[in-house]
Structures are given as structure tokens and as C-alpha cells.
């Protein structure tokens, strides 16, 4: 079974829509993340959530709104998408939050036309 | 922003041994150097972290040098599938968020 799960694998809209990603862990885990990879591959932290509870949110659009409805899951939703939106976005989770190590799933690209 | 550097990329032969070098000249007391590799398409993976001794686990190996400026992850037998972008990440511990730079692509040619 798949540690970390995202759906969908492939997203593409028009701007000015609104999206979801979901993302689910079944490693029982504490902790969860969501990530950002642009074009030029540079990896970058949006958000991430102990318990349900909201620690890092980096300097993010309040279009992008995570939510949390258990520990196992950290949707993503996007509204009033733009292009500069475009990129594979990532979800992780870790056992806590003093965890050294974070397990990636296998990621979700959005294509904004 | 990273607080490491890394060369740009590095080709290796299949078989033989993958030394991935790393500088974190600015590296604090508390910070732990950690290495991640993202193969493509997929999502980064952890290999391993320290803090000034050196680590062994069943991915690779990592020598910490004794001033902790510099790092050097070994992949003792290379493999195709260890074909990647590799991170070498400076962080003070696990409530610190992870920050990625631009990494370092090793091809393992056969």
C-alpha cells in the first residue's frame, strides 16, 4: 500500500477556477506538508500541519487553503487559479514534528492554461 | 534560503562509488546536515542525516568533516536507479523546515 497518496496525479484547469488536491496518509503519522516545485524544479514548503493544527505557512496566496479533517488527510484547494499557479505540488508527512525524516508522495501537477 | 552548496552535477560509473561533496561553511552548533535525492518524477526521498559523526545506514554513507563545514555523501555502489537530483540540507532539527536548493544531479552511466 501506498505510504502517501495524492489525487490527482494530473491536473489541468483554466484560470480562474478552483481546484482541490488530496492527500492522504496511512503511516499513522502526526505531521503533514504541502510542497511546491515551480518550473525550475526549485522545491519550496507552503504549509504544514501537526494534529490538524496549522504550524508553517509560509508566505502563500490566501488562495490556497489547506484543510486538515483528520490526521491521516491534508487537502489542498486553490481558488481563482492562476497561471504562475503551474507546478507539481507535493505532500509529505513525518511522525512528529522533531522527526528527521519527512516520506514524499508521488506528487500532483497542475497545468493552469 | 539553502545554506549549502553543492556542485551543479556529477557523473558516475555503474558500480563504482558516488562521494556527492558538500559545503556548509556557515553551519551552527545545532544544525544536522541532512541529504534527500528526488529521482525523477517522484517525490524526494530521505537517505540519511548527522550531526558531527559520521553515519552509515543501508542507502549510503556520510562523512562529516570534524570543522562541520563540509559533507561528503557516499554511495558505495552506484546503480542506475541511484540516478537523481541529491539535497544536501542544513537544519537545526526536526520542528525547522526542510529548505531545498537547487541540488546536485548525479547520473550513474553504465
Known amino acids: 500500500d501506498t505510504a502517501v497518496s495524492q489525487t490527482p496525479k494530473y491536473l489541468v484547469t483554466q484560470m480562474g477556477n478552483d481546484k482541490s488536491i488530496k492527500c492522504e496518509q496511512n503511516?499513522?503519522?502526526?505531521?503533514m506538508y504541502w510542497y511546491k516545485q515551480d518550473s525550475k524544479k526549485f522545491l519550496k514548503i507552503m504549509f504544514s500541519y501537526n494534529n490538524k493544527e496549522l504550524i508553517i505557512n509560509e508566505t502563500v496566496p490566501n488562495r490556497f487553503s489547506p484543510k486538515s479533517p483528520d490526521k491521516a488527510h491534508l487537502n489542498l484547494h486553490i481558488n481563482s487559479l492562476e497561471l504562475g499557479d503551474s507546478a507539481v505540488y507535493f505532500c509529505?508527512?513525518?511522525?512528529?514534528?522533531?522527526?528527521?525524516?519527512?516520506?514524499f508522495g508521488p506528487g500532483t501537477r497542475l497545468t493552469v492554461t | 534560503d539553502a545554506k549549502t552548496t553543492q556542485p551543479t552535477s556529477m557523473d558516475c560509473a555503474e558500480g563504482r562509488a558516488a562521494n556527492l561533496p558538500c559545503n556548509h561553511s556557515?553551519?551552527?552548533?545545532?544544525?544536522?546536515v541532512y541529504w534527500y535525492r528526488q529521482i525523477h518524477s517522484q517525490g524526494p526521498q530521505y537517505i540519511i542525516h548527522g550531526l558531527k559523526n559520521n553515519e552509515t545506514n543501508e542507502m549510503a554513507s556520510l562523512i562529516i568533516t570534524e570543522d562541520r563545514k563540509s559533507s561528503t555523501l557516499i554511495l558505495p555502489h552506484a546503480t542506475l536507479r541511484d540516478t537523481a537530483v541529491y539535497y544536501c540540507i542544513v537544519r537545526r532539527g526536526g520542528s525547522e523546515k526542510l529548505v531545498f536548493g537547487k541540488g546536485m544531479k548525479l547520473t550513474v552511466n553504465p
Open positions: 503511516l499513522g503519522h502526526d505531521t
Open positions: 509529505a508527512s513525518s511522525p512528529d514534528l522533531s522527526s528527521y525524516e519527512q516520506y
Open positions: 556557515t553551519i551552527s552548533g545545532n544544525e544536522y
